[in-house]
Structures are given as C-alpha cells and as structure tokens.
C-alpha cells in the first residue's frame, strides 16, 4: 500500500489507504510485517480511529490490560479525531 524509496528515511510515518474491501487484521498484519521488512523493524506507534480498531478486532479493554506490556507488536492509539479510512505507522 505505499512505496519505498532509499530516499525515504526510515523514521518517516507512513499512511495506510483503507483497501477496496475494507479493513481486515489479515491486511493490518501484512502491511506490519512488510513495513518490518523494508525499514528492519516494526512500527513502534500505530494511530487510527476507534471504528478502524473495531473493524480490526481490536478494543480497548485488549489494548488496556496486560497483554499489552507482553506483546512485541505497535503501540495503538485511538481517537476518534483519527480519519476512518487511513492508519499511520510510525518508527
């Protein structure tokens, strides 16, 4: 869903357009593992909008306990200021 270049610094955010089919967690996990591959690690902060973390089969409850301190994943936080139909990822 976005491009690199080796002009393009690896602390730069990056926008993810909402796909055709709408949101799903196969894509979000996709486009995290691609964005690990190309820049050599994940994203360490993912902003969206509530309804986009819903759509992904994420809440708040999942992203306030405890497995969050242990999973190795992206930071998310949500607001609903947030556009529906875009995530950033950033470094």
Do not use: K
């Amino acid at each position: 869903m976005y491009e690199v270049t080796n002009t393009m610094p690896a602390h730069a955010r990056v926008t993810l357009l909402e796909p055709d089919d709408g949101w799903s967690r196969s894509f979000f996990e996709r486009e995290i593992a691609r964005y690990a591959a190309d820049r050599g690690a994940a994203p360490r902060t993912v902003t969206l909008h509530p309804d986009t973390m819903a759509a992904l089969g994420f809440d708040e409850s999942t992203m306030m306990g405890p497995a969050v301190q242990e999973s190795p994943g992206p930071v998310l936080v949500s607001s609903p200021d947030y556009a529906r139909d875009c995530i950033t990822l950033f470094e």
